[in-house]
C-alpha cells in the first residue's frame, strides 16, 4: 500500500508530454485504482505486436531511447528516482 501511495505523490507532481498524467485514485476496501491518461497507441509491447516483422525498425528504436533518456532526465531533475519504468 505505502510503495502506491508513493508512486501517486510521484505522478501528481510530474507534468511532462511524454509522462502518462494521473487522472486521479480511488481507493475501494480491497484495492487501490490509478485512472491514468488514455494512451490510444498502447505501450511498447502494443507498437511491437502491431508491426509486421515483430521488430520496430531501428530508426523508431532510436527515438524510443530518446524519449526515454528525456523522462530519465525530467524526473531525476525532480529528485525521482524509480526502479519501475513504464
Do not use: W
Not at 525498425?57 to 525530467?74: A, D, N, S, T
Amino acid at each position: 500500500v505505502n510503495e502506491a501511495f508513493t508512486e501517486r505523490d510521484m505522478l501528481k507532481q510530474l507534468r511532462h508530454p511524454l509522462i502518462v498524467d494521473l487522472l486521479c485514485t480511488f481507493q475501494t476496501r480491497d484495492s487501490i485504482y490509478f485512472a491514468l491518461e488514455y494512451c490510444p497507441f498502447g505501450d511498447l509491447v502494443d507498437q511491437v505486436r502491431r508491426t509486421s516483422e515483430k521488430r520496430l525498425p531501428l530508426e523508431r528504436c532510436f527515438e524510443i531511447v530518446e524519449q526515454i533518456v528525456c523522462v530519465l532526465e525530467y524526473i531525476h531533475g525532480k529528485g525521482i528516482i524509480h526502479r519501475d519504468l513504464k
